[in-house]
Antibody
Framework: QVQLQESGPGLVKPSQTLSLTCTVS??????????WSWIRQHPGKGLEWIGY???????YYNPSLKSRVTISVDTSKNQFSLKLSSVTAADTAVYYC????????????WGQGTMVTVSS | DIQMTQSPSSLSASVGDRVTITCRAS??????LNWYQQKPGKAPKLLIY???SLQSGVPSRFSGSGSGTDFTLTISSLQPEDFATYYC?????????FGQGTKLEIK
């Protein structure tokens, strides 16, 4: 079955760019019918959707983060990636990648999550 | 932006109890409402999609209802593995948003 795995640095310095990659296994990222999302959870808090990408490269971002977010896809590697620029301590969170099923637009498969701390 | 508000924020219950969690949207979202369960240190798990459809593999003691602005998640008979935090999420607006969560604890 399809599995997602996040990877990337666990510590990022303030003002730098956070970069994470999600590797999809057990299925093709290029199969239609799915969006590929990033979601984060601040320590002890709720969930915040960051944005998604379709395998074709079309994207949609949370307006509150749009100016700092870039999500890209590499279909040859079956991966999609997140870049969040100009990070501050407020960006410290567990970052999840997730598969969203179009209609009904629900996140049915999640990665295990990766903790990213922003600190000097 | 669509705001999602859950109540209660926390709830104590016993094994075997029937439990209901409520989610209210700041505007009508039709039936574009999903429910997730999250256990400590784990990723959320999809329970209910489109307000009332049970995700494959989820026990039938979980059910969802509602449309428009008011939704409920019901667990008919609590099991020990059900103690977790539950989140609602709207997918009506592409700027998806989640409720703040309801922590279900053992009484």
């Amino acid at each position: 079955q399809v599995q997602l795995q996040e990877s990337g640095p666990g510590l990022v310095k303030p003002s730098q760019t956070l970069s994470l990659t999600c590797t999809v296994s057990g299925g093709s990222i290029s199969s239609g019918g799915y969006y590929w999302s990033w979601i984060r959870q601040h320590p002890g808090k709720g969930l915040e959707w960051i944005g998604y990408i379709y395998y074709s490269g079309s994207t949609y971002y949370n307006p509150s983060l749009k100016s700092r977010v870039t999500i890209s896809v590499d279909t040859s590697k079956n991966q999609f990636s997140l870049k969040l620029s100009s990070v501050t301590a407020a960006d410290t969170a567990v970052y999840y990648c997730a598969r969203e099923v179009q209609q009904p637009d629900a996140f049915d498969i999640w990665g295990q999550g990766t903790m990213v701390t922003v600190s000097s | 932006d669509i705001q999602m508000t859950q109540s209660p924020s926390s709830l104590s219950a016993s094994v075997g109890d029937r439990v209901t969690i409520t989610c209210r949207a700041s505007q009508s979202i039709s039936s574009y409402l999903n429910w997730y369960q999250q256990k400590p240190g784990k990723a959320p798990k999809l329970l209910i999609y489109a307000a009332s459809s049970l995700q494959s593999g989820v026990p039938s003691r979980f059910s969802g209802s509602g449309s428009g602005t008011d939704f409920t998640l019901t667990i008919s008979s609590l099991q020990p593995e059900d103690f977790a935090t539950y989140y609602c999420q709207q997918s009506y607006s592409t700027s998806y948003s989640f409720g703040q969560g309801t922590k279900l604890e053992i009484k």
